[in-house]
């Protein structure tokens, strides 16, 4: 699965964005997809994931009201909306496509995107 992540950008404090990822190569319905950051200095971390099927959606409670994951699997993409931004969200926000059963680390994910620039001004 090849995997291209945009939306990122500049935004002020409070403000929102939308990040895509488009899947290409693979059946885009067989895999869980989930969405990665990584700040500056930092470890890459889990944001969000939904399920094949949508039936399934987890975020960390650092975003919980803030972002939601959804995917169109028409159109082989996955989305994370993101309101109500704040500076410590400013990271490298990476897509990531995966088969296991969980969700949660780096190692659940067998593809990844090139990542996009989130950066939150205060």
């Known amino acids: 699965v090849q995997l291209q992540a945009s939306g990122g950008g500049l935004v002020q404090t409070g403000g929102s964005l939308r990040l895509s990822c488009d899947a290409s190569g693979h059946t885009f319905s067989n895999y869980n997809m989930g969405w990665f950051r990584q700040a500056p200095g930092k470890e890459r971390v889990f944001v969000a994931a939904?399920?094949?099927?949508?039936?399934?959606?987890y975020n960390i409670d650092a975003v919980k009201g803030r972002f939601t994951i959804s995917r169109d699997n028409a159109k082989n993409t996955v989305y994370l909306q993101m309101s109500d931004l704040t500076p410590e969200d400013t990271a490298v926000y990476y897509c990531?496509?995966?088969?296991?059963?969980?969700?949660?680390?780096?190692?659940?994910?067998?593809?990844w995107g090139q990542g996009t620039q989130v950066t939150v001004s205060s």
């Open positions: 939904v399920s094949r099927n949508h039936s399934k959606k």
């Open positions: 990531a496509a995966g088969d296991r059963r969980t969700w949660f680390t780096n190692r659940d994910y067998d593809y």
